[in-house]
């Protein structure tokens, strides 16, 4: 049986929130998966190896030709296996050598390399992020030589050079349970769950629910916003412009039990309304995957990798900066939910369509695929 690892890296805010991360779950899954046809060990490296002292650590990184996350150390067992399964931190000279010597020392050796979005240059846009754009412009060109495969979310059939493995993001749908959704009323509550940034998009919807209002909406509706980040801060200033507080409840960071609570309340789900803010106009999210094992309808300006265009329970809005159409939103709701019975049919529809979407067994097999026959 072949042998391999499966390494990620962590960063500091992900330490304490491990076990819950998204993320992390997927990871997890991804390695369960590949145990049913190889012996993978999981290797979570963690950024305090190399870096102890925080505040010097941020100065650290931004030097020319220093590690920009993590100094990474060869060791003798990465040689003895056939593979390694690399989930991508920023490429830098420190990576490229770790990598470099694996291959050295072990010529047939199989590297491959996840890249969960591409293309992503926009996120490292900004005069801080400018050292690591650098690095990363000046190192990734070197993988051609190193790395077998990109592991790839998008429709690239090359990335840097590279041939790719085209598949999507998956989950273990045995590990979302089931959601139990209210009865119809004449609220509407809509979900989104997200380490928000800008390019989430979600000032577009509190605009429109602000113009809704304005030009005299009647329907209650609820906008509930699971997650932090920076945005947030705008958003607050977008509901005292409208003047809209009661209809937009925001929680932080949920999970578990309290998390399903939320989802149980909502009848819609919110994916990505700000994509061409960083020129990505396909998702491979993986929480769309979630919404939609949780039995939602989504609402989205990106398309979704698993959902057809015209899918009934999908509603399209165009890339751009225009505030979304409540009116288009309270009439996609009308459209689907009808009855209370409905409720429970539509959940249980949406969730089967994307099982057999994508489950991790589907969406790991292109991989698995490549390594047993290599």
């Known amino acids: 049986m072949k042998k391999g690892f499966f390494i990620h890296l962590i960063s500091y805010d992900e330490i304490k929130e491990l076990e819950v991360s998204g993320i992390y779950k997927k990871i997890r899954t991804q390695v369960r998966e590949l145990n049913r046809n190889f012996e993978v060990i999981l290797e979570t490296h963690n950024q305090k190896i190399a870096f102890k002292n925080k505040k010097y650590w941020k100065l650290w990184i931004r030097l020319p030709f220093a590690p920009s996350v993590y100094k990474w150390r060869y060791e003798k067992k990465y040689s003895e296996v056939d593979f390694i399964y690399f989930r991508r931190s920023l490429i830098d000279s420190s990576l490229i050598k770790f990598l470099s010597r694996i291959k050295k020392n072990n010529p047939n050796i199989k590297i491959l390399f996840e890249i969960a979005t591409y293309p992503y240059?926009?996120?490292?846009?900004g005069l801080k992020k400018l050292p690591f754009y650098i690095k990363e412009k000046v190192n990734r060109s070197k993988l051609k030589k190193i790395v077998d495969r990109i592991i790839t979310f998008s429709e690239d059939e090359e990335i840097f050079g590279i041939p790719t493995i085209k598949t999507i993001n998956g989950l273990d749908f045995k590990k979302v349970p089931v959601r139990n959704p209210e009865?119809?009323?004449?609220e509407i509550n809509l979900i989104a769950v997200a380490s928000v940034e800008y390019w989430h998009g979600y000032d577009r919807f509190l605009k429109g629910l602000g113009e809704y209002y304005k030009n005299g909406g009647k329907r209650n509706i609820k906008f509930h916003i699971v997650g932090d980040g920076f945005p947030i801060n705008d958003y607050k200033k977008i509901i005292e412009e409208f003047n809209i507080n009661e209809h937009v409840i925001f929680y932080g960071k949920k999970y578990g039990k309290e998390l399903d609570e939320i989802y149980d309340k909502c009848n819609l789900a919110l994916a990505c309304l700000g994509g061409h803010r960083k020129n990505l106009y396909l998702s491979s999210s993986l929480k769309s995957r979630e919404y939609?094992?949780?039995?939602?309808?989504?609402?989205?300006?990106i398309n979704i990798d698993f959902i057809p265009d015209d899918y009934k329970y999908l509603l399209s809005f165009e890339a751009g900066e225009l505030p979304i159409n409540i009116d288009r939103v309270v009439e996609f709701y009308e459209r689907i939910y009808k009855d209370n019975d409905s409720f429970k049919e539509v959940n249980k529809e949406i969730r089967d369509f994307a099982e057999k979407k994508c489950s991790i067994s589907l969406v790991m097999k292109p991989v698995i695929d490549f390594i047993l026959k290599s």
Do not use: H, T, V, Y
């Not at 240059?121 to 846009?125: A, F, K, T, V, Y």
């Not at 939609?292 to 300006?301: D, H, N, V, W």
């Open 121 to 125: 240059d926009n996120e490292l846009s």
């Open 183 to 186: 009865p119809k009323s004449n």
């Open 292 to 301: 939609a094992a949780k039995g939602l309808p989504i609402i989205s300006s």
